[in-house]
């Protein structure tokens, strides 16, 4: 059965007009389920009985099982079991600015980055809208507190849910639900070249962060296959288009590890790559996992690679950490969890 939370407003709308019904209880409707984050049916009662009953009849209003939180100092990981039995992991981490919520959507990966602990296990299937918002809705009840940022980095690559992550959006930003305004969401991708076309028509300011992890083609395409597919300048053309059309900051992650893409040489080449673009580096400590090789670089060598891009007017940040301890990066959780 369909679950209420896949639809957003105007479908609310288009389903009380079929059912000869009227229109505003979408409003209604949509405030009991997202403002108050209520899903019993009967207690929204300003909805009347006969509504209610076709509603129960047609749509499904459960949320997410949480089976399992490992909290640490700033972080929280959710891990989510969904209806077919699939698990998802979503992180929240509470920042001086909110709590922002790092969410999946996907089970499973296709993209196969290397170091990345969500592509051991190959895609099962797009996650729906509602799988989505209701990781944001069950983790802000759990959590108790409002959640300000959404960031689309867990497990998946959103633009392969193209579809799914864009109604998603436009969900929990609506003013009469969740108010979670489109600068404080962020999507990441490791770049699918159509469909960051397709982004930059995309009516809401939501920022795109991209992972790059390489300066140029032969280690890239080592580390991230999908960069033989979407080589690298395609799509730094693509970003510049972005940018100009869009007139926004665009992010670049690079994940540092430790003797591959860390010297003095990979930081010339990225500064190179990226000048003059509107955008800034995030460089990310790379959280180890036991599975995969790699090692995080050491703090000096991230400190000398920051420097250089810094010598080269690149704007860069050091990712701060949360989670290592409860294995918050990306598939870490689920994989835990399903191996025992
Ligand atoms: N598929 C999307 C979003 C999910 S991954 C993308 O590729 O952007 C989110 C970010 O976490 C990516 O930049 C990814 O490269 C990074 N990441 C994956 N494993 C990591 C790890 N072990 N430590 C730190 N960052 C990691």
């Excluded at 639809?7 to 997202?34: G, P, R, V």
């Excluded at 998603?168 to 962020?186: E, Q, V, Y």
């Excluded at 288009?241 to 010339?268: M, P, V």
Aim: aromatic share 8%.
């Amino acid at each position: 059965m369909r679950s209420i939370y896949d639809l957003d407003i105007e479908e609310l709308e288009e389903y009380f007009l079929s059912i000869n019904d009227k229109k505003f209880h979408a409003n209604q409707l949509f405030s009991w389920l997202y403002d108050k984050k209520i899903n019993n049916i009967d207690e929204m009662s300003n909805i009347k009985k006969e509504t209610r009953d076709r509603l129960k009849k047609d749509f499904s209003f459960n949320k997410l099982e949480i089976v399992k939180i490992e909290k640490d100092i700033d972080v929280s990981k959710y891990l989510f079991k969904l209806n077919d039995c699939e698990h998802i992991e979503a992180v929240i981490m509470n920042h001086d600015y909110g709590n922002s919520i790092c969410i999946s959507s996907q089970v499973g990966c296709n993209m196969g980055c290397k170091f990345c602990e969500s592509g051991r296990r190959k895609k099962v299937r797009n996650l729906t809208t509602s799988e989505m918002v209701l990781q944001v809705i069950c983790a802000e009840e759990e959590l108790k507190e409002k959640i300000t940022h959404v960031v689309i980095m867990g497990i998946g690559e959103p633009f392969d849910n193209y579809d799914n992550v864009m109604k998603f959006i436009k969900i929990i930003n609506n003013p009469k639900g969740l108010k979670i305004g489109s600068r404080h969401i962020t999507i990441s991708t490791c770049g699918i070249i159509p469909k960051i076309e397709e982004f930059i028509s995309f009516p809401y300011q939501v920022n795109l962060a991209i992972s790059l992890h390489a300066p140029n083609d032969k280690l890239r395409s080592t580390l991230m296959p999908i960069n033989k597919v979407y080589p690298l300048n395609d799509l730094i053309k693509t970003l510049k288009k972005y940018i100009e059309k869009t007139n926004r900051r665009l992010t670049f992650e690079y994940i540092l590890l430790d003797g591959i893409n860390d010297t003095k040489e990979h930081a010339l080449e990225l500064s190179k790559l990226i000048k003059g673009m509107n955008a800034y580096v995030n460089l990310i400590p790379y959280n180890s996992t036991d599975n995969l090789g790699f090692n995080r670089s050491k703090t000096i060598q991230i400190m000398r690679f920051y420097d250089i891009l810094k010598k080269n007017r690149i704007n860069v940040t050091i990712r701060r950490e949360f989670g290592t301890k409860i294995s918050a990066a990306c598939g870490q959780l689920r994989s835990k969890e399903e191996s025992q």
